[in-house]
Every structure is written in C-alpha cells, then in structure tokens.
C-alpha cells in the first residue's frame, strides 16, 4: 500500500486548492486564498515546517523533500516562499532561541546533583 496513507489523501487535496486558487484563477502567488498571504497559509505552514524542517525526518523517518518527491510543487512552492519571508524567518530564529534558552534553564535548574552518596533533583 501507500506508506504515506491518509496524508497523501489530504495533500492531494491542499495541492489541487493551490492549483484552484493560482492557475485557474491566474494569481501570479502561491497561496490558499487570493493573491497575498493569509492566516490559511500561516496555519498551513505551522503544520507542514516540520517536515521540511527535518524534524519529520528524525522522529518519523519521513524525507524533509516529501513535497517535491512526490509532485506536490504547489505545497513545495508556498512552503519555499513563506520559509524564506523575512518576518516568518525572524520568528522561527527567535522561538528556537527562545526554546533553546528555556531547554537550558529547565535542564540546570532540575539537573542531578550528587551529595555524598545521595542523589537530589531540583534546587536549594
């Protein structure tokens, strides 16, 4: 069978609603709805980032170039465009900042620490 099942029934369906709304609509960008980017897009991408950020790729062994490898051009392209939008990057380089500094804070702040022979987690 299909190894990408119920998913490729849905990217079938976002990939013919971006064909819809650009080709036969003659929209000279790659989005869900009209001709400039809109809160469909945005949730879109929130969802679709991870697996052509390669986060999809280590926990569930799926290619980060799924889109272009199997012919979804039109969800490969709106993820290319809003990946590369200024705003969206800076976004994205401030959260992982942001999640890196709070992994480093919970991880000093619960650490092991060793007294004697005993074993305390946490601060005092």
Known sequence: GDKYGLMRYWFDKFEQ????????RKNNN???VGDTMTIAD????AHFVHFINGTFEKLFAIS???????GYRQIQALL??????????LFMSEFD????QFENEMREKYRKKIY????VLGDF
Not at 17 to 24: C, I, T, W
Not at 64 to 70: G, L, P, Q, S, T
């Open 80 to 89: 290319d465009r809003l990946y590369n939008e200024p705003k969206i990057k």
């Open 64 to 70: 980060r170039n799924i889109f272009n490898e199997n």
């Open 42 to 45: 945005l949730k879109i991408f």
């Open 97 to 100: 900042q942001r999640l890196s």
């Open 17 to 24: 609603r971006l064909k819809e709304n650009n080709q036969d």
């Open 30 to 32: 790659v989005y869900f």
């Open 116 to 119: 004697g022979n005993k074993i």
